[in-house]
């Protein structure tokens, strides 16, 4: 029975084995880029500001479907090394 696997290292296997959480993760990349691009402005627009907002809104709900997937495969993991 080897040593548990880190949370870093378990998200570098779903990285490479999971679909799924890799697209989670691509798109979760992507609304960072978006709201790093909108952070570096000195000034949003009304139309910006709403977009920021959604943003922050779809990276956080992407957050928490990918934070889902690791606690399976770790529970997964776990039942499999009993």
């Known amino acids: 029975m080897g040593a548990p696997l880190s949370e870093a290292e378990l998200k570098e296997r779903l990285l490479r084995e999971n679909p799924e959480y890799r697209r989670l ?18 000034y949003l627009s009304e139309e ?3 977009r920021e907002k959604m943003l922050k809104k779809k ?3 992407l ?3 990918m934070y889902s997937i690791v606690q399976k495969a770790r529970k ?5 090394s009993c």
């Not at 993760?25 to 570096?40: G, I």
């Open 25 to 42: 993760a691509a798109e979760h990349k992507s609304y960072d880029d978006q709201l790093e691009d909108l952070a570096n402005k000195h």
């Open 48 to 50: 910006e500001q709403l």
């Open 59 to 61: 990276k956080l709900l």
């Open 63 to 65: 957050k928490d479907q």
């Open 76 to 80: 997964e993991m776990e039942e499999s």
